[in-house]
């Protein structure tokens, strides 16, 4: 299991204004090509800053071995606990003073190590193999209310990318952020994640490579799948039974598309053109939108269409990520060819997008 004190483990991450010490598992050989990417980074405190950081190369020590993911192809960074050697002395320090003779001293050593939170966990882990039943009691004390309070604690760095999720251990320096009003340095230990912008603040999917990123689920042999009639392009996407002109009694269709992030837009909207063709008042197609956390903050039904028609929808403001989804639900009678997507843009109107 990784060591939840990670100072001194790991691979590297190199960052702007990151300063990070050799490691010998880490490759000396040039990281790939810096690039300032648009970010969110959220804290562990619940504070969110947008802005910018120049993210070069992710050397992720992993079971299987070094992992070299190059920053251009990181979409969001989940970092595992970081305990600065600090804050790890003061962690053991306040174990030891658990074991004083003097109950003030243990009271206050214990309330300290919880006030250091996330940096006191490897020492109180460490604390469960004391001779001491009192400092062990203490030590399980103090961890519950910690899981309680903190939840699940990531150990290791989790690196999405287009191509997949990569899990291991990476010695993160502080990482410089740069804002509209300012520049910080945020060291490793306060960072929950980082959701990286790829998009340049616009999202546009015409289904050329079919779903890549979106993922479908279905209960019939109707599901949501590419087509050759296309609004614009070579593919669009039907909801139907593939191959077969019509759509199944009792479907429950539902696609899901990629994470998209919008908190620097001013005035977003999601933009796409449909067809429709269903048993009116019996079934029904809706576009939805799914905020960060799983909250439905946008949900639309579509009116029957025979021809390409574009819809239009504010996203509401505020919002700072979203996830498109798209869902059809029939009844157990009449059917019909369904529905037809195409051209899905997520963009800021402000922007002159």
């Not at 969001?76 to 001293?105: C, K, Y």
């Not at 004391?130 to 990531?154: K, M, N």
């Not at 979106?214 to 087509?227: A, F, G, L, P």
């Not at 028609?309 to 009449?334: C, H, K, N, Y």
Request: aromatic share 6%; hydrophobic share 40%; charged share 25%.
């Amino acid at each position: 299991m990784a060591s939840p004190i990670r100072g001194m483990l790991g691979a590297g991450v190199l960052l702007a204004c990151s300063a990070l010490p050799t490691r010998e598992a880490v490759s000396e050989d040039p990281p790939g090509p810096a690039r300032d990417v648009m970010c969110e980074m959220i804290l562990v405190d619940g504070t969110r800053l947008l802005g910018r950081v120049t993210l070069e190369e992710i050397q992720l020590r992993t079971v299987y071995g070094l992992l070299r993911v190059p920053g251009t192809d990181v979409e969001e960074l989940l970092v595992g606990v970081h305990v600065s050697p600090e804050d790890a002395a003061r962690a053991l320090e306040f174990v030891r003073q658990m074991a004083s003779d003097d109950f003030r001293t243990r009271e206050e050593a214990a309330a300290a190590l919880e006030r250091l939170g996330r940096g006191a966990i490897g020492a109180l882990e460490g604390a469960l193999g004391s001779a001491d039943p009192e400092v062990v009691a203490r030590a399980q004390q103090i961890l519950g209310r910690l899981r309680e309070s903190l939840g699940e604690v990531r150990r290791e760095e989790e690196v999405y990318t287009r191509n997949g999720r990569f899990r291991g251990e990476a010695a993160l320096g502080p990482i410089r952020i740069r804002m509209d009003v300012g520049e910080l340095t945020i060291p490793p230990s306060k960072i929950e994640k980082i959701m990286f912008d790829r998009s340049g603040g616009r999202f546009v999917e015409g289904f050329e490579d079919g779903l890549t990123r979106w993922t479908e689920t279905h209960n019939t042999r109707t599901q949501w799948h590419v087509c050759a009639d296309a609004a614009d392009g070579r593919q669009s996407l039907r909801c139907g039974i593939p191959n077969e002109a019509n759509y199944d009694d009792g479907v429950q269709a539902r696609l899901e598309g990629p994470r998209v992030m919008v908190g620097t837009h001013r005035r977003s909207v999601i933009r796409f053109q449909y067809k429709l063709f269903i048993e009116q008042g019996a079934d029904h197609c809706w576009v939805k939108l799914i905020a960060e956390g799983g909250a439905e903050i946008l949900s639309q039904e579509l009116s029957p269409a025979a021809a390409w028609t574009q819809m239009e929808l504010p996203i509401p403001a505020g919002t700072r990520e979203v996830r498109p989804v798209f869902e059809f639900r029939t009844d157990g009678s009449v059917q019909a060819a369904g529905p037809y997507i195409d051209q899905i843009e997520i963009l800021d109107k402000a922007a002159g997008q």
